[in-house]
């Protein structure tokens, strides 16, 4: 019976929705995986619906399902507004889990730093990071599995808020005997693309924005390995004559964490914008507020 449906299940199905998997509900929700299964049982004796049922990659909603889905989100979204209404966020005392998408070359050195700044701040909290760009970080935050996404998100949707918090030259990336090194020698594009390229994409693809960049002015190179992250780009880069082409902040990285080189790209191609997007319903969330506020100086400090 619909009656016998208490907060508490409803906001089991909520997070099922979202992540399609009993086992990370379980672990969003501090409940174990058979306790999820069992709340899933109830709904679906009260709903006389299955709800989810299993699919190739997880968890598949049924159309009543999807039906339930966008109003439950936003019943959910103001239950929870109702009960934060005039309640103080208190970062020492809190307990919260942040979850944050960004494309792996911003991870690379903001999510340490934002790890420092938690940890010295608020360390009862928690910070989850999925690897995400452009229309994927969109897609997690309409579905409520993230709270924040920073990289370079195209278009403004009306229903997202957003700022730029940094815009980045491109650098090249190799090592530090790399024959573009040799003295006497000017680095200018055609040199560098004369050379084997490492390209990082998320997307599953073989080229990223630099190739779009590229190609706009009649150019290209050659992607001699396509990785979807960076693990293994620094051994890559160290051990041949291949170049990386990346935004200043992870070009940073390589060369203080892992002594690579670095040098501007000797072409005009503008400067990339890296934004934070959220949800408009979470724009007066104390909780939410102080996170990009922890965000925003990161990336002063970053600017500076």
């Known amino acids: 019976m619909v009656r016998d449906i208490d907060l508490n299940l409803l906001r089991v199905l909520d997070t099922l929705l979202a992540e399609r998997s009993v086992t990370r509900t379980g672990q969003l929700l501090g409940r174990s995986q058979p306790a999820v299964s ?8 009260a709903l006389g619906d299955d709800l989810l049922v299993r ?3 997880g968890l598949v909603p049924t159309p009543r399902a999807e039906a339930l889905r966008g109003p439950l ?24 889990l942040f979850r944050i998408s960004t494309p792996d070359r911003q991870s690379l050195a903001v999510v340490p730093s934002l790890v420092t700044r938690l940890q010295r701040l608020a360390p009862g909290t928690t910070l989850h990071v999925m690897t995400a760009d452009r229309q994927h970080a969109l897609d997690l935050l309409d579905d409520d599995r993230t709270d924040l996404a920073l990289g370079w998100i195209d278009g403004e949707p009306h229903h997202l808020r957003h700022e730029v918090l940094i815009e980045e030259s491109l650098y090249c990336v190799f090592r530090r005997g790399h024959p573009l090194l040799a003295r006497r020698r000017r680095l200018d ?3 560098v693309l004369s050379f084997p390229h490492v390209v990082v994409s998320a997307t599953g693809t073989r080229t990223a924005i630099f190739d779009d960049l590229l190609a706009a002015r009649g150019l290209s190179r050659r992607a001699l390995v396509t990785v979807s992250n960076f693990t293994a780009v620094p051994q ?8 990386g082409v990346f935004t200043r902040l ?15 790209v000797p072409l005009d191609v503008g400067r990339l914008p890296t934004r934070m997007v959220w949800h408009a319903r979470f724009d007066r ?20």
């Open 189 to 191: 594009i055609a040199g």
């Open 285 to 304: 969330d104390p909780a939410h507020a102080w996170l990009r506020e922890q965000v925003r100086t990161i990336y002063r400090d970053f600017r500076s």
């Open 236 to 243: 890559l880069l160290a051990g041949s004559d291949m170049v």
């Open 38 to 45: 069992n709340a899933l049982q109830r709904l679906r004796a």
């Open 250 to 264: 992870a070009a940073r990285v390589f060369d203080s964490a892992f002594g690579l080189a670095t040098r501007p």
């Open 73 to 96: 989100r936003d019943a959910m979204t103001l239950m929870a507004d109702v009960l934060r209404a005039g309640a103080a966020f208190d970062p020492a005392a809190s307990a919260a």
């Open 55 to 57: 699919g190739p990659d």
